[in-house]
C-alpha cells in the first residue's frame, strides 16, 4: 500500500521554498505541506524566548492536523533556538537547518568565510560552535539582515527590487575588518538563496554562495529510504497561519515550487 503522509516543510515566511526545491528533486513522489508562519513573521528580528514558545507549539498542531511522517525546520533561525524543543515534544523525525558552515571552509582558499543570516542566527552560541568546530583556521565574518529577507519576500510576489539594497546586505560582510579577502558566503538564512542571482550581481567581486538546501534534502532522502509514496502525489499544499491575501505574483511563485493549493490554518 502506498503511504499518503506528506513530508511538512515549515518556515517563518517563503524561504523554506529553497529547501523545498532540493528535496522535491530528490523525492518527486513526496506529497508535499509547506507552512509559512505569517503570523508569526519576521523571526529574525524576535527574541529567543519568543521564538522557543512559538515553534514548538505551532509545530505541534501543524503535526496533529497533517499528520506528517516527517517535518522540515526548513529555518535557520527557528532551528538554531528550537530545534531540541521541538525534538523533545514530537514523536517523529525532525530535520533541522543549520549554517553551511562546513563546506564553505572545506571550500574556502583566502580562509575568511562570510556568514549572511537574521540578527537572531548569527548571534547564536550555535554560530560559535559550528565556527570553532568547522573552521577554526578561518575568520568567520557575520552579518545579520533583516531587510534581505523583506527583499526576498518581495522578490517571490513578483515584486521589482533594487541591486543596492543587496550590496549593503553584502557590505555588512565587506566592511569588517578581513572582509575584502572573503571568498565564501554562507546564507544563513533560507529566504537568501532565493535571491543568490541578485546578491551575485550586487557583489563588487565574485563570490561563491553555500547554503544548507542540498544537504537537507539528501537528509530527508536518508530518513525517508525504503518508505512507500503515493503514485500521484498530487498539487502540494501551502499553509499561512494567518489570514493574508496571495498576490498573483506570490502564487505563481509558489506553483513553480509545486505548491498548487493554498489555505489557511
Not at 91 to 107: E, F, R, S
Not at 195 to 208: F, H
Not at 212 to 228: D, M, W
Request: proline share 8%.
Amino acid at each position: 500500500m502506498s503511504d499518503t503522509r506528506p513530508v511538512l516543510l515549515f518556515d517563518s515566511g517563503v524561504g523554506g521554498l529553497s529547501v523545498l526545491a532540493p528535496v522535491r528533486a530528490l523525492l518527486p513522489q513526496a506529497p508535499i505541506v509547506y507552512v509559512a508562519d505569517n503570523g508569526g513573521f519576521p523571526y529574525g528580528t524576535k527574541s529567543e524566548a519568543e521564538i522557543a514558545a512559538r515553534v514548538p507549539a505551532l509545530l505541534g498542531r501543524l503535526a496533529e492536523r497533517y499528520a506528517p511522517r516527517l517535518i522540515v525546520i526548513a529555518c535557520n533561525t527557528a532551528s538554531t533556538i528550537a530545534l531540541p524543543a521541538v525534538r523533545a515534544a514530537l514523536d517523529l523525525p525532525i530535520v533541522g537547518t543549520v549554517p553551511a558552515i562546513k563546506p564553505a571552509a572545506l571550500m574556502s582558499k583566502s580562509r575568511v568565510i562570510g556568514v549572511l543570516g537574521t540578527n537572531a542566527t548569527v548571534r547564536q552560541p550555535y554560530v560559535d560552535n559550528l565556527s570553532a568546530e568547522f573552521a577554526a583556521d578561518c575568520t568567520v565574518l557575520r552579518h545579520g539582515s533583516a531587510p534581505l529577507v523583506e527583499l526576498a519576500e518581495a522578490h517571490l510576489r513578483g515584486e521589482e527590487t533594487d541591486l543596492a539594497d543587496y550590496a549593503a546586505a553584502l557590505a555588512g560582510l565587506f566592511d569588517q575588518p578581513g572582509g575584502k579577502r572573503m571568498d565564501m558566503v554562507v546564507l544563513a538564512c533560507t529566504h537568501f538563496p532565493l535571491v543568490e542571482d541578485k546578491l551575485r550581481a550586487a557583489s563588487p567581486r565574485p563570490l561563491t554562495f553555500v547554503d544548507g538546501g542540498p544537504g537537507i534534502a539528501r537528509r530527508v532522502a536518508y530518513l525517508t529510504e525504503g518508505q512507500s509514496w503515493p503514485e500521484a502525489p498530487g498539487e502540494g499544499l501551502a499553509v499561512f497561519t494567518a489570514p493574508t491575501g496571495i498576490s498573483e505574483g506570490l502564487r505563481s511563485s509558489l506553483r513553480r515550487f509545486g505548491l498548487g493549493r493554498v489555505e489557511m490554518l
